[in-house]
């Protein structure tokens, strides 16, 4: 496999659910993200790791929790949510994060919350 | 706070039609203005950076350009595949976060 692969692609859960997205990068890549696309809102920046430490929380609720166990792979927990959480969740990577650098995203997750 | 508007939200051409898509942006000392492209069901795929004024690149019908205020993506004679929605997004200094638009929808008609 090349690129950024998310699993899985569809999930709907209820609110008192617990449930997981996993995101793997088989670029050698150092630094992961988890972003979230809401329609016709910008991409929001969830979570930044740089050599398996995470380097931005930007003010996400707990019940979101990120995991990045080495390098090449990232989760993201996920318990009680909303359904205003209901969106796309994007996993991405770069070389590290930093000037210039460009970001290679995975095809998302959409998840669904009822 | 570093802002970014594009326009319009939505466009649609007919095949060959060419146009320009717009990206005005506020940052405290730009770092870099990133282009990239947005297909349904999928992440968006990098098309390109540019890092100051003046800077221009080019990718087969697609070609950026930069000023102070704002970047243009100027599409040539598109056809159907160029479909898609185009997201800019940009990096200030002493900051690595990205600062997405909202996307300009693309749509070529044959």
């Known amino acids: 496999e090349t690129g950024v692969t998310q699993t899985p692609r569809h999930l709907v859960m209820g609110m008192t659910n617990k449930k997981s997205l996993k995101c793997e990068q088989h670029?050698?890549?150092?630094?992961m993200y988890w972003y979230k696309q809401s329609a016709k809102k910008p991409l929001e920046l969830m979570f930044v790791?740089?050599?398996?430490?995470?380097?931005e929380n930007n003010s996400v609720p707990s019940r979101f929790s990120p995991e990045c166990p080495n390098s090449s792979h990232l989760f993201l927990h996920l318990h009680t949510l909303q359904p205003e959480d209901s969106a796309l969740y994007l996993c991405?990577?770069?070389?590290?994060?930093?000037?210039?650098?460009?970001?290679?995203f995975g095809s998302g997750t959409q998840l669904s919350v009822l | 706070e570093d802002q970014v508007t594009q326009s319009p939200e939505a466009l649609r051409l007919q095949e060959g039609e060419s146009s320009s898509l717009n990206c005005s942006y506020t940052?405290?000392?730009?770092?870099?203005l990133f282009w990239y492209r947005q297909d349904p069901g999928k992440g968006p795929e990098f098309l390109f950076t540019?890092?100051?004024a003046g800077e221009e690149k080019e990718k087969e019908r697609l070609k950026a350009t930069l000023t102070k205020k704002e970047s243009f993506l100027h599409i040539t004679a598109p056809k159907p595949e160029d479909s898609a929605t185009y997201l800019c997004?940009?990096?200030?200094?002493?900051?690595?976060?990205?600062?997405f638009g909202t996307g300009t929808r693309l749509t070529i008609i044959p």
């Open positions: 991405a990577s770069s070389q590290e994060p930093g000037y210039g650098e460009k970001l290679f």
């Open positions: 670029l050698g890549h150092n630094a």
């Open positions: 790791y740089n050599f398996k430490e995470q380097t």
């Open positions: 940052v405290s000392g730009l770092r870099g």
């Open positions: 540019l890092y100051s």
């Open positions: 997004a940009v990096q200030a200094g002493g900051n690595e976060k990205l600062t």
